[in-house]
C-alpha cells in the first residue's frame, strides 16, 4: 500500500510568517490544510497518510524527516504559504531530483494551480523549482515543497473554512492523479 507523509509547515514555537492585515499564522493554515487533504486521501483513496504533526506542536526538520523514514513513505510533500511578497505558487524539488519526483511536482502544481484559476485569483507567478534544501535532498523519497498564496494579500481567503477545504482537496486529487488512482 502506497504511503504519504504529509508536512503542514511550521508549528509551536515557530508561527512561519504571520499576516499583519489579520493575524492569521501560517502554522495554522498549514494543519488546516494538511488535515483537509489527509481526510480526503482515507476517504478516497487506498493509501496510508502520516502527517508530521496534528496539532500546534514544534517538530524540527530533522524529525519531519525521521517520521518519514520511520512510516516508509513512498511521498513527502510539505505545505507552507508566502509571505507578504510571495510570487504566487511555487514548487520546489531537490536538486537531483528523479523524473518521477518531477512528475509528482507537476501533478500537484496542476491541480493547486487549478484551484487557484477557478477562484479568479490573481497570482503573479507559478514556478517549479529545484533548490539545494535539507527537506529535498535528504529523503529517499519523493518530495516537494510548497509555497502557495499570500498570507497578507490572501487573508480573506485563508480565514474561509471551505476554500481551505478545497486547497486540501487540491493537494489530495494531485497526489491521487499522480498515483493513477479514480476517486471513489
Known sequence: MYK???DPGHGGEDYGTTSIKS???EKDITLKIALYAMDFLRQQYEIRVRLTRE???TVKL???LKIAKRFKANMFISIHLN???GL???SFIGLEASK???ELQQCLHNEINKLLVRKKLYMVGSHLRKINHEMLQKVSMSSVLFNHLCIDNDFKLLNDERFLKELGEAYAIGIGGFLGFETM
Do not use: A
Open 100 to 102: 518521477i519526483n518531477q
Open 83 to 85: 509571505q507578504s511578497n
Open 23 to 25: 493575524k492569521l499564522r
Open 55 to 57: 496539532n500546534d506542536v
Open 62 to 64: 530533522k524529525e519531519r
Open 4 to 6: 504519504i507523509v504529509l
Open 88 to 90: 504566487g505558487v511555487e
